[in-house]
């Protein structure tokens, strides 16, 4: 059964305190793995997929990264906007029709 | 692009009605859409697969004759919560696959509903 574990549940930060999101996955032959931003009483927004081990995508403030057994989520010099619940999802390889198991998010608050 | 919408985004409803919500593709056409259920601070858990022109694919647990699915066409997908009660309540968002892929999925907006 596919598993995908976020941490730390809840993270708060200061405006400019630089930190990092993890995003641990087990999952019987990877397809992708998905990072979601998702703001309260709204769908998730797509942010990156990423593929293979070593892959790195970039985007504004964020950078996200991957090995074969986990998923980071690097945030630079946060502002008070990129306060939002923060989603990791993998998509196994042979799964029909692109399932996406959900991790159960990280709640990311910056404080101005 | 890749704009999915849903309809309505808040509904009320008394307990033994049924509701319908809509899922709408915008730009683009989505042989596949997804339907999920989200609680409180909890994450997203599939409830089922939805393609074009064929029956839905429920996941374990999902009742199907209470959680009808149509996908009627490549831009719309609908979901009808029939005979609703209270532990119904929750919020319901679909997703669609953009591009012959199936990598990106595309989220609405979401549908709050409330059983009385």
């Known amino acids: 059964e596919d598993q995908v574990t976020q941490s730390p549940e809840a993270l708060r930060l200061q405006e400019g305190e630089s930190s990092s999101l993890n995003c641990s996955y087990t999952?019987?032959?990877?397809?992708?793995l998905f990072w979601y931003r998702q703001d309260p009483g709204k769908g998730p927004e797509f942010l990156f997929t990423l593929y293979s081990a070593g892959e790195e995508k970039e985007k504004e403030r964020l950078k996200a990264t991957l090995t074969k057994k986990e998923s980071f989520l690097h945030i630079t010099a946060p502002k008070p906007e990129d306060s939002a619940t923060y989603l990791c999802a993998v998509q196994a390889g042979g799964t029909s029709y692109g399932k996406l198991t959900f991790g159960q998010g990280t709640i990311l608050t910056v404080h101005p | 692009g890749a704009v999915v919408s849903q309809h309505p985004s808040r509904v009320i409803c008394k307990s033994g009605t049924s509701v319908k919500i809509e899922c709408r593709s915008l730009d683009f056409q989505a042989t596949t859409m997804f339907w999920y259920r989200q609680f409180p601070k909890k994450s997203l858990m599939l409830m089922a697969t939805s393609n074009e022109g064929s029956k839905a694919t429920y996941e374990q647990g999902v009742e199907k004759d209470k959680f009808l699915i149509n996908h009627a066409s490549l831009t719309l997908s609908t979901l009808t919560v029939t005979s609703a009660h209270p532990e119904d309540s929750s919020f319901y968002i679909c997703?669609?696959?953009?591009?012959?892929?199936?990598?990106?999925?595309?989220f609405g907006p979401g549908t709050r509903l409330t059983v009385l």
């Open positions: 999952v019987s032959g990877l397809r992708g």
């Open positions: 997703s669609a696959i953009a591009g012959a892929g199936w990598n990106e999925q595309f």
